[in-house]
């Protein structure tokens, strides 16, 4: 009798442990699938936001990696248009579609100097291009979002968003994608971007009757995150 009774409890242990292991594998599909998902939203966007802004700028010179250090220097430069141009030139090596150097950039110490520019709010084209460079940062792996939310990016951000006026359609455009970027990343990107008010920002945008479509389209991509 016991060994039945034995027999039975193995099997339904055996069935709640395959039942527990199954729904952590479709949660973990569900999460893989729903990053894939963004990755291939977010490398449209940038695809279409780098061939419209690019296709505006004279400057033709041709941007390498090697160089990066010579960017970095613009940066920490006393120069608003040496600060532009090597926030620029890094946005552009991140926008690359095949293996963009965030780590190279980031060992660089670049976050810290771009999330800077984001409070310079008297050169929105400067903010545009650093906010740029670092949802590209954000859009990499987990370690590299994370490195984004340790710096004080996440609550410039939402700053801009409720501070500009929306004639700054481009660099509201990419605040939103930036802020989208940072909550499909991980649930602790999401709460923490929760916590910082994040959310009110996006939905006054969302009912703001002089947003543009595609921004009011992203903000509620970037909600769904």
């Known amino acids: 009798m016991y060994d039945g009774h034995d027999r039975r409890s193995k099997r339904v242990m055996k069935k709640c442990i395959d039942t527990d292991a199954a729904r952590k594998t479709r ?9 894939q998902t963004r990755d291939e939203q977010l490398l449209k966007k940038r695809r279409e936001m780098a061939n419209e802004i690019d296709s505006t700028e004279n400057d033709q010179r041709e941007i ?3 160089d990066l250090s010579l960017y970095i220097e613009k940066c920490k430069s006393d120069s608003r248009q040496d600060n532009y141009d090597g926030t620029l ?4 090596l991140l926008s690359v579609n095949n293996e963009p150097p965030i780590d190279e950039v ?6 810290p100097l771009l999330t800077h ?6 050169e929105p084209k ?3 291009e650093a906010c740029w460079a670092l949802s590209n940062i954000a859009s990499g792996t987990s370690e590299h979002a994370y490195a984004v939310m340790l710096s004080r990016t996440p609550s410039h951000l939402v700053t801009i968003l409720r501070e500009f006026p929306l004639y700054q359609a481009a660099l509201v455009e990419q605040t939103v994608l930036a802020l989208g970027n940072l909550a499909g990343d991980t ?3 999401r709460d923490f971007l929760l916590e910082i008010h994040a959310l009110p920002a996006l939905l006054d945008l969302i009912v703001h009757p002089d947003v543009a479509p595609i921004t009011r389209k992203n903000a509620v991509w970037t909600c769904s995150n």
């Open 117 to 122: 520019f984001l409070t310079r709010i008297q």
């Open 126 to 128: 400067l903010q545009l």
């Open 106 to 111: 980031i060992n660089m110490d670049a976050i």
């Open 187 to 189: 649930h602790e990107c």
């Open 89 to 92: 030139q890094i946005r552009k």
């Open 64 to 66: 390498r990696i090697e």
């Open 27 to 35: 949660q973990q599909d569900a999460v893989t699938l729903r990053r």
